[in-house]
């Protein structure tokens, strides 16, 4: 059964940067069948999407993160990961890695996110 | 882009029907079925409900039924029971390639 689990330090000082691994099992991140992404929650309020890749294809982003987030792959590994620069206290956030279906709206599968939080 | 919008809150009482509405924009709802919903219970990850805008996963009571007209998505529960409270939230495709959410809405059985 496919599996995916967060990983990565729970906190992260200012200004410094916010990294997260997503390891996926029992399925690979190679796949033309599914995307993989990153969404998030702030404590006490709603979803906000983050941005999500396809392997082989393009990599697409919250506009309001754009300039501070990269998420990347790690074949050999069956990995995907979140690169977030310039941490704020306003990103403190459980964040949670999903896959999602080609060609639909379908998040099928979600991890059972990590809480990171932004402080000195 | 702007969230979706959804209300903060709806109430109902155990075996009636309640809907939620998710009201966006031509640029997201209006023009892709590419329409999700996600039922949260607290300190879980969401679940998913309905995908493209009315399919119901294997699994998801068929209590949950989702639609749309023009702008607005809408998720409808009926036969309320008590194991639905909890957090929904909507989500759409975007004309920019990016997907938004709404704001969610906290469900309450009485």
């Known amino acids: 059964q496919l599996q995916l689990q967060e990983s990565g330090p729970g906190l992260v000082k200012p200004s410094e940067t916010l990294s997260l691994t997503c390891t996926v099992s029992?399925?690979?991140?190679?796949?033309?069948?599914?995307?993989w992404g990153w969404i998030r929650q702030p404590p006490g309020k709603g979803l906000e999407w983050i941005g999500n890749?396809?392997?082989?294809?393009?990599?697409y982003y919250n506009p309001s993160l754009k300039s501070r987030v990269t998420i990347s792959a790690d074949t050999s590994k069956n990995q995907f990961s979140l690169r977030l620069t310039s941490a704020t206290a306003a990103d403190t956030a459980v964040y949670y890695c999903?896959?999602?279906?080609?060609?639909?709206?379908?998040?099928?599968?979600w991890g059972q996110g990590t809480l990171v939080t932004v402080s000195s | 882009q702007s969230a979706l919008t959804q209300p903060a809150s709806v109430s109902g009482s155990p075996g009636q029907s309640i809907t939620i509405s998710c009201t966006g924009t031509s640029s997201d709802i209006g023009n892709y079925n590419y329409v999700s919903w996600y039922q949260q219970h607290p300190g879980k990850a969401p679940n998913v409900l309905i995908y493209d805008v009315s399919n119901r996963p294997s699994g998801v009571s068929n209590r949950f039924s989702g639609s749309k007209s023009g702008n607005t998505a809408s998720l409808t529960i009926s036969g309320l029971q008590a194991e639905d409270e909890g957090d929904y939230y909507c989500n759409s495709y975007t004309s920019t390639s990016t997907w938004v959410f709404g704001g969610g809405t906290k469900l309450t059985v009485l």
């Open positions: 029992s399925d690979s991140i190679r796949s033309s069948s599914y995307h």
């Open positions: 999903v896959r999602r279906r080609t060609g639909s709206s379908w998040r099928d599968c």
């Open positions: 890749m396809y392997f082989g294809g393009s990599t």
